[in-house]
């Protein structure tokens, strides 16, 4: 038996996955979440909307893109406030998610991607499955809200 090294783990900016999200707020102050869809990953999990930065996008111009592909909304990019973020292991990789907060957009929500959406008071969240990223988000949409 030899006492050979273990290989070096890959760095973790070859490990990072840069994903958006948005706590979209309606007049009334609930927050749209959506259904992950069954056969992906954390399926039946309700989150906020959003997705993966693609190489060469702007954290903002990938939320603008997602929000266009999953929910069929139009968000101009000065309607996306920053909000916080969020640091989760993910299998072999490691999330992490910038959460912005919108109140303005143009269109109607629907659920193109995912199972369901639905608008709930931020409390409400408490109560929902959520993926391990999201969940320690609520809080915060609780003080903003």
């Not at 992490?96 to 709930?120: D, M, N, Y």
């Amino acid at each position: 038996m030899t006492n050979a090294p273990n290989p070096p783990l890959p760095a973790l900016s070859d490990r990072l996955l840069p994903v958006v999200a948005v706590a979209l707020v309606d007049a009334d102050g609930r927050i749209l979440l959506q259904q992950r869809p069954p056969g992906k990953n954390l399926a039946g999990l309700w989150e906020f909307p959003g997705g993966k930065i693609e190489p060469g996008e702007t954290p903002e111009a990938a939320l603008i893109r997602e929000l266009a592909e999953e929910l069929g909304i139009s968000v101009s990019a000065a309607c996306l406030a920053p909000a916080t973020f969020a640091s989760a292991p993910l299998g072999d990789r490691h999330l992490l998610l910038l959460l912005f907060v919108c109140r303005k957009w143009e269109g109607t929500p629907r659920a193109i991607e995912a199972s369901a959406l639905t608008w709930v008071r931020p409390v409400q969240m408490h109560a929902l499955p959520m993926p391990p990223a999201d969940r320690p988000l609520i809080g915060l949409i609780e003080a903003l809200v």
